[in-house]
């Protein structure tokens, strides 16, 4: 971790670009927790390629760079066809290991100390992959990465949202097995015209059997379907939830039950949820008393893991090191952490010095 000697009369300057390198360094190495996070969108065409030629895989891209240029979408659902298409390299417990050690990796060198994975078992259970395969290979990486970088880690299974509630059921049964190692459930996948109320009954028997719960909401989705995401499935945390803002009453109301927001600013502009960053509603969001915090969402994809969220965001947005400082604060207080881990990291963050 990069270390800065503190100096007060710089610590609230705007982060501009004549502080661009310091800042670069100062945001990365800035202690973090990482909270939306799909481990299959952690992985890059070079990795890819290595395990296509492990398994007999045959991908659609003549080459990695040909992989790269195709990463250009138009739409949540155009990116999630190639998202899906790219999971087809993952076969064995070692492919799921090494895919999460890359990532912990990189999640290392940007400054994350604890990390929330979320993982899609039905995109690998449908291809005829077996839960307990997927769930051993991410957990063995999550281990080997907590010994050699010290992150410490949750795991949250997702269902995904375009396929029916009796297919989430069915997987959540699977899931059962492994409450020991999965901390919480959440929904992801296409938000548009699948509101999270189709999923009550199966997050009502998710709490019963002592899971946690959260819910991708208000990305493509209407500010109701944030509503909806707390209200029927009693989502403790709402993954994106940008579009609050277009409904002054829910933001009140998030504001005042501190509900957490898990934002990805660089997933947002690439999926075009807003035009650029600089009209990306984030420094608005924190201004408002909404419990914000930064995340990569799908880095491999999306052109940047957390640290370079943390400083494009910073950049367009034109924000202080003590807002910045906010939002990491923010990523802490809304993990899953137990109260004693927690005050450890937060200790971490209120005590890693200013810029000079």
Not at 240 to 259: F, T, Y
Not at 306 to 321: F, G, R
């Amino acid at each position: 971790m990069t270390s800065f000697v503190c100096n007060d009369a710089i610590m609230d300057e705007t982060l501009d670009e004549t502080l661009d390198e310091a800042m670069r360094e100062w945001l990365r190495g800035l202690p973090k927790a990482e909270l939306h996070l799909h481990i299959e969108g952690t992985l890059e065409p070079e990795l890819m390629f290595k395990l296509a030629q492990r398994n007999g895989v045959e991908l659609p891209f003549a080459n990695v760079e040909e992989a790269h240029q195709a990463y250009v979408f138009d739409d949540l659902q155009s990116f999630l066809d190639i998202y899906y298409a790219g999971c087809s390299v993952l076969v064995t417990e070692a492919d799921f290991a090494d895919l999460t050690q890359e990532y912990l990796t990189r999640a290392a060198a940007d400054g994350v100390l604890h990390t929330e994975i979320f993982f899609d078992p039905q995109t690998h259970t449908d291809r005829g992959i077996s839960f307990g395969t997927v769930v051993a290979g991410i957990t063995r990486g999550l281990e080997e990465g907590e010994r050699e970088f010290g992150i410490s880690s949750r795991l949250i299974m997702c269902f995904l949202r375009h396929l029916d509630a009796d297919a989430a059921m069915a997987t959540l049964e699977e899931a059962l097995e492994f409450r020991g190692v999965i901390t919480a459930v959440g929904l992801d996948s296409g938000e548009s015209g699948n509101p999270p109320e189709k999923f009550e009954a199966v997050f009502d028997r998710a709490r019963a059997a002592g899971f946690l719960t959260v819910a991708h909401a208000g990305e493509e989705g209407p500010p109701d379907y944030i509503r909806q995401a707390i209200d029927m499935l009693g989502a403790s945390r709402i993954d994106h939830g940008v579009r609050v803002m277009e409904d002054p009453e829910l933001v009140d109301r998030l504001v005042a039950e501190q509900v957490p927001c898990t934002v990805c600013p660089l997933s947002n502009v690439k999926l075009r949820v807003f035009p650029s960053l600089g009209e990306h509603p984030l420094r608005a969001m924190l201004q408002s008393g909404l419990r914000v915090s930064i995340n990569s969402d799908d880095p491999a994809y999306f052109g940047g893991y957390i640290a370079e969220n943390y400083i494009q965001t910073a950049q367009a947005l034109a924000m202080t090191t003590e807002e910045m400082r906010a939002v990491a604060r923010n990523s802490v207080l809304s993990s899953f952490l137990d109260a004693h881990a927690r005050h450890e990291l937060l200790a971490a963050v209120d005590a890693y010095p200013g810029m000079q």
